[in-house]
């Protein structure tokens, strides 16, 4: 099955600074990509995605980067603000499953 | 619209009581998805249900027990509840096969004792 690992699991920047989390998958028939952010106390909400055949996807501030030859992918956010704070997820579908295997998430901090 | 509803929101056990989470969508999905969440481990699925009368095992899926009542329910019945089902249980749905947005409900904190 699809394996997905994230790093790092904690994060901390600058307000304004921009915060990057990376993520490696398994399976090479995996062709969708979302990232999802949750709230403490809340459900996690899809923030962004990308599918296997665009290379990179940009909403406002933050982006999604996708290199199939070495099977990773990366959220990119800019401009960070105290709102972003938040663990983010990075998950991965193969086209034959109906189901997500979820990184083991991030926990993103902007320090004031 | 309510989205996705979970009941409880919490919920204390002793070791070997049953219990059932329930789990409603009012957006008209096909799909439904039980996971649980522990420290450091992300997402698992326990179960899914891609269309109503059918039901799938995940990644976790010993010690549960799912139903899909109707296009709107998904329910999760823990028979004999252990220590290690301690956890927050997300139900999720969407529409058509997997490979689109999942709405998650708020969750269910279950505590084994």
């Known amino acids: 099955g699809e394996n997905v690992e994230q790093h790092p699991s904690t994060l901390s920047v600058q307000e304004g600074d921009s915060a990057v989390i990376k993520c490696t998958y398994s399976d090479s028939a995996s062709n969708y990509f979302p990232w999802y952010k949750q709230e403490l106390g809340k459900g996690p909400q899809l923030i962004i995605d990308?599918?296997?055949?665009?290379g990179e996807k940009k909403d406002q501030r933050i982006a999604v980067t996708l290199n199939k030859t070495a099977k990773h992918f990366s959220l990119h956010i800019t401009e960070t603000q105290p709102e972003d704070s938040a663990v983010y997820f990075c998950?991965?579908?193969?086209?034959?499953?109906?189901?997500?295997?979820f990184g083991s998430g991030t926990q993103l901090t902007v320090l004031p | 619209n309510a989205g996705v509803t979970q009941t409880p929101k919490f919920q204390v056990l002793k070791t070997g009581q049953s219990m059932t989470l329930q789990c409603a969508q009012d957006m008209n999905h096909n799909s439904m998805y039980w996971y649980r969440q522990d420290p450091g481990m992300g997402l698992r699925l326990i179960y899914y249900s891609a269309s109503e009368g059918t039901t799938d095992k995940g990644e976790v899926p010993n010690g549960y027990n799912v139903s899909r009542l109707n296009k709107r329910e998904f329910s999760l019945r823990l028979e004999s509840a252990a220590p290690s089902q301690t956890s927050v249980y997300f139900c999720?749905?969407?529409w058509g096969a997997g490979w689109n947005e999942q709405f998650f409900g708020p969750g269910t904190r279950l505590t084994v004792l």
């Open positions: 990308i599918r296997s055949n665009v």
């Open positions: 999720a749905t969407t």
């Open positions: 998950a991965a579908i193969s086209g034959s499953a109906r189901q997500l295997t």
